[in-house]
């Protein structure tokens, strides 16, 4: 009997059907042997290149890299506002405190772990309350995303610390005007508006935002709103969601000669909207490491506090999400592959998969997509994660993704055909009459 469709899932997964012929062990390995989507720079691109470039400005080395020996560090990375002093007129000191017409918040922040060639990424919501919620104190003063105006980087580093339970070797504190020179030197971002459309007017900010529903190629100003907008994806957690995928796609581009052209851009911010407090030498100790890098995102679980919109951090869950995975011996996760490559190469995931022990592989194949293929899923960390590996591409876990418990997402966009290339001889060919 076919599985109804999920009510929010159904949009993305239409007429699943399943391919049930496997691959011969010749060409899984062909597969495995032809897995080049490694990202060489993961989320903290946008900020983490320019904390360890030595280009512009100068750092208080915090964390050191040690010759010889692989990266390990925790960096704090935030999305700033830009200030304004008068109407639709920044302040030509960002960095002054006095005379604004609104301070600005980190609505975007990411604790990422550096540990070799693994990379993990926790996204942290705005609202997220910091330490025990005390009734007797500002409800506003005591969200994660007011701690850097109240107190700077230093405070800021210290509220993620007690959020987290982790400590955080040094900030990267980013100005949305850098984010958007670095993705227009990236060549733009590809995104997908679901239904109904995306609206966000702000005549006092100078915000203009209309995008229909269907695919977009936006420039920097567009790509920097889309990330901070939340109406069109229900919420700061539907909006953390979209971040991780367009972040992904914009550091996987740094692979291509646009990418490397767009280094001087990327490592000139320090000082030109980049705060930090980081040692220039860290990327000479990553630098071996690029080539095989693991992208792992995660989203910091929370439940609301009543009365408030504050939320508290759900430790038990955080263990769940955070951290590196139990190990996976058997396949045993309903698997749903979007294929969006334009190229049907689907099917032949499928066959592999099913070859390697996945028993429960459903597909569905949407239009042609150039966002990055991902593996995602909501609450199955681990068989997430297992996948991820087994493919070579980024885990991205949470709360919004369009899978239902028990279920793992696979999106291939169009760079699958390039970095899973082993996928066309296994997916079936249209017979010649």
């Keep these: 009997m076919q599985r109804p469709p999920h009510p929010d899932i159904d949009h993305r997964f239409p007429d699943p059907r399943r391919v049930t012929q496997p691959p011969s062990p010749r060409q899984l390995a062909g597969l495995r042997a032809l897995q080049v989507f490694g990202l060489s720079v993961a989320t903290l691109t946008l900020g983490g290149l320019a904390v360890v470039s030595t280009a512009g400005g100068q750092t208080t080395s915090v964390i050191r890299a040690v010759q010889g020996q692989a990266p390990q560090y925790t960096v704090l990375i935030a999305g700033r506002d830009i200030i304004y002093c008068y109407y ?30 693994s990379v993990q990424v926790l996204n942290i919501p705005r609202d997220t309350n910091v330490g025990e919620f005390n009734p007797r104190l500002g409800i506003a003063a005591q969200k994660v995303n007011s701690q850097y105006w109240d107190g700077g980087p230093q405070a800021l580093m210290r509220a993620v610390e007690t959020i987290t339970g982790e400590h955080v070797d040094s900030y990267v504190v980013v100005r949305t005007d850098y984010v958007e020179r670095v993705i227009d030197a990236l060549g733009g971002l590809d995104v997908t508006v679901p239904e109904p459309g995306i609206e966000w007017v702000d005549n006092a900010a100078g915000v203009n935002l209309k995008l229909a529903p269907g695919d977009h190629h936006l420039d920097g100003r567009q790509g920097v709103l889309f990330l901070r907008v939340r109406k069109g994806f229900g919420d700061d957690y539907g909006r953390i969601d979209h971040q991780k995928q367009a972040l992904t796609q914009l550091a996987g581009k740094l692979r291509t000669p646009q990418g490397l052209a767009a280094l001087p851009t990327i490592l000139g911010g320090i000082g030109n909207g980049v705060e930090t407090n980081a040692d220039p030498d860290l990327l000479l100790a990553l630098r071996p490491y690029l080539a095989r890098l693991k992208l792992a995102f995660s989203t910091l679980p929370t439940d609301p506090i009543p009365g408030t919109f504050n939320l508290a951090v759900n430790r038990e869950r955080l263990a769940a999400v955070w951290g590196k995975p139990a190990a996976i011996s058997v396949p045993d996760v309903r698997v749903r592959i979007v294929d969006a490559s334009g190229d049907g190469l689907g099917a032949g995931l499928v066959r592999a998969l099913q070859a390697m022990g996945y028993r429960d592989v459903e597909l569905s194949a949407v239009a042609a997509s150039r966002e990055a293929s991902q593996v995602f899923t909501q609450q199955e960390v681990a068989q997430a994660g297992a996948l991820a590996d087994a493919l070579n591409l980024p885990r991205l876990q949470g709360e919004r993704f369009p899978v239902a418990a028990g279920e793992v997402g696979i999106l291939l966009g169009t760079d699958a055909g390039t970095h899973l290339a082993a996928l066309n001889d296994l997916s079936p060919t249209p017979e010649t009459p």
């Design 88 to 117: 639709h007129q920044p302040c030509k000191d960002q960095g002054q405190r006095e005379g604004l017409i609104q301070p600005p918040n980190t609505d975007t922040l990411m604790l990422v772990k550096v540990d070799g060639a």
